[in-house]
């Protein structure tokens, strides 16, 4: 591997967070075979360090913790955190000459994950969102919202190329999941995202939605990735990735049979939204005994959601 494909696993965490970053670290440590020793670089806000014996695993395992300065008033919005986090770990990415892959911190991988190696004529490599929510359906007029978000940065709708969701398998015009980003670090696409969300999220014509809709204010930073994807790269530029990519494991059987895996055993990277604040998860997760015990030893730390 030249310079050029060394690849990066980045991810935003913050306080009482500590076991979500110490699975994701330690599944790659663990399960990530010939890729298993990339560099890890987990971004915390500034003066918000994490702490606690899940800390403590968590640097046994050769990670960079690198804290931010982050501004109060965006990081109440949803999910700015992980934007403003990536817009920054790209800057760094793109100093060290590495493709970054920047997933979601309630992730873990349970195989070597050789996608995010990017071939030479790739930017980025993403997965469709799980479900259409707030996305633009391919067969019908443009929905007044994503008129407007566009608008706002003069682009046309035509540049939204057309996916289909992972799970209910709905024919949308471009809309990427922010769970998984894989970039060339060069085209800036990270920090354009920032920027879009910067510009966007507080104005009264974008407000307006969010009081109809709480979910326009919590997939508001999809649309602004939405609009940094095109802003940034070309249709060709694009790969989207397998769908043993960010398999999400609470809805496990909600995917069409044909899309899911027989096990947890078989997925690449996978996230988990609630799956472990149930009090039978061992019951209910598909996994091997050996995985099962796995993700046990890393709960054993704590929580994995911080308790209310």
């Not at 890890?40 to 695993?57: D, H, M, R």
């Not at 000459?97 to 920047?102: P, Y």
């Not at 999941?177 to 910067?198: H, I, M, S």
């Amino acid at each position: 591997m030249g310079n050029q494909e060394k690849v990066v696993l980045g991810f935003f965490a913050a306080q009482n967070y500590e076991v979500q970053s110490l699975m994701l670290g330690k599944s790659l440590r663990d399960f990530g075979g010939v890729l298993a020793d990339l560099p890890v670089w987990i971004f915390t806000p500034e003066g918000q360090p994490l702490q606690g014996q899940a800390l403590e695993a968590l640097q046994d395992l050769d990670v960079d913790i690198i804290p931010f300065p982050i501004d109060y008033a965006i990081k109440q919005f949803p999910f700015a955190g992980k934007v403003l986090a990536a817009a920054i770990a790209e800057e760094r990415a793109e100093m060290e000459d590495v493709i970054l892959a920047w997933h979601d911190r309630t992730g873990f991988i349970h195989q070597a994950p050789f996608d995010f190696i990017l071939p030479k004529n790739i930017a980025l490599a993403f997965r469709p969102t799980d479900i259409a929510n707030i996305g633009a359906p391919l067969d019908a007029p443009l929905p007044e919202f994503w008129h407007k978000y566009l608008a706002h940065f003069s682009l046309d709708a035509e540049t939204l190329t057309p996916i289909t969701t992972a799970i209910d398998q709905v024919d949308l015009r471009l809309y990427v999941n922010a769970g998984l980003l894989v970039v060339r670090p060069e085209k800036r696409l990270l920090r354009t995202w920032a920027d879009c969300l910067e510009q966007t999220f507080a104005l009264p014509e974008f407000k307006a939605f969010y009081q109809q809709n709480q979910a326009y204010a919590i997939f508001m930073h999809q649309a602004a990735l939405t609009a940094a994807t095109v802003m940034t790269t070309t249709a060709e530029e694009r790969e989207v990735l397998p769908n043993t990519y960010l398999f999400s494991v609470d809805n496990f059987f909600d995917y069409p049979p044909k899309e899911r895996p027989l096990t947890l055993d078989q997925i690449t990277t996978g996230r988990f939204h609630d799956f472990f604040a149930l009090p039978n998860w061992q019951e209910k997760v598909i996994a091997s005994l050996g995985l099962v015990d796995w993700f046990q030893s890393v709960l054993n730390y704590g929580p994995y959601w911080p308790e209310a």
